[in-house]
């Protein structure tokens, strides 16, 4: 599969962070804490002039509760590797963080320019939703194998119509994935197990079933040794070993359930 629809050199900086997990860049706070999001999220600029958001900014509820960052990383890493448009993820260990902000941070790169959350570009949705249903069918599968919790939220899909490339290429970034894998699945088997999937995002947009078809293959068929590898490299400070097993068992089980999950909510599916 390929819906990644970044540009050359933020997909460029994808491949080189897929292959790392902590950043070595000093990396600086732009601007202020973003105001109305959960985690208190803030723009940082690198020594190498990279840009980024970074989040959690707040210590609250602590990592051994809800590894935020360990998430974003991992879903960033399993999406890159299915061809799925979820931007770069690197871990940030935050040295001079106070005692109210977060220490174990991640930073996402910043997906594309003039990039729209969909409660903005949602009054374009006659012209746009069509666009996405290849996209969003792939990204409704991804978003119930992790688990995702977060999807129903008008500020995690961004979207840019591109004109200055030809042809002109309508740019996607599926984002936020704090609230998946161990959020639900820390409290053990039973929720792993919880056959419960994640619909298409945004609401309307026309289920394409080749593309639906396409990703449950690509997840069945992911390596368990890649999936341990993303998972393991995690380091303990930003993941305890309860939610580390936690999620391999989660990823692993779901994985052969997928099609049964995705097939219950969309008959169908082959
Ligand atoms: N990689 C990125 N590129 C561009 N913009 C981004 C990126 N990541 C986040 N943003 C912007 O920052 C906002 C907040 O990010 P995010 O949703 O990850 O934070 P959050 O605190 O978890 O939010 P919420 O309150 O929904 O839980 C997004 O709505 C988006 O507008
Ligand atoms: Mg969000």
């Known amino acids: ?3 990644r629809t970044f540009p050359p050199q933020v997909e460029q900086l994808a491949r080189q962070w897929r292959g790392e997990v902590l950043t070595s860049s000093t990396w ?5 804490v973003i105001e109305h999001f959960e985690s208190e999220p803030f723009f940082v600029r690198s020594s190498e002039g990279e840009t980024g958001l970074a989040k959690p900014g707040t210590v609250e509820p602590p990592v051994h509760q809800l590894p ?16 799925l448009p ?17 220490r174990y941070a991640s930073i996402s790169a910043l997906a594309f320019p003039r990039a729209n959350p969909w409660a903005m570009a949602a009054r374009l949705s006659s012209r746009l939703l069509p666009r996405l249903a290849a996209v969003a069918s792939a990204m409704a599968v991804f978003d119930s194998w992790v688990a995702n919790a977060d999807r129903q939220n008008d500020g995690n899909l961004l979207v840019s119509e591109d004109d200055s490339v030809s042809p002109p290429v309508l740019r996607v970034a599926y984002l936020d994935f704090a609230n998946s894998l161990a959020y639900r699945w820390g409290k053990g088997e039973r929720w792993w197990k919880w056959e419960e999937g994640v619909a298409c995002y945004p609401d309307g947009v026309p289920w394409d ?25 995690i380091p303990g400070s930003f993941l305890s070993e309860q939610h580390r097993t936690a999620i391999r068992e989660g990823l692993s089980y779901r994985q052969s359930r997928i099609r049964g999950i995705m097939a219950s909510m969309y008959p169908g599916i082959p």
């Open 209 to 233: 079933v080749r593309s639906m078809a396409l990703a449950i293959g690509e997840i069945e068929r992911f390596p368990p040794a890649t999936l341990r590898e993303i998972v393991n490299r």
């Open 1 to 3: 599969m390929n819906l």
């Open 86 to 102: 979820v931007p770069p993820v690197l871990l940030w260990s935050r040295s001079g963080a106070g005692p109210k902000q977060q």
């Open 68 to 83: 935020r960052a360990a998430h974003e990383k991992i879903a960033s890493d399993l999406a890159f590797d299915l061809g």
């Open 28 to 32: 600086t706070q732009v601007g202020d």
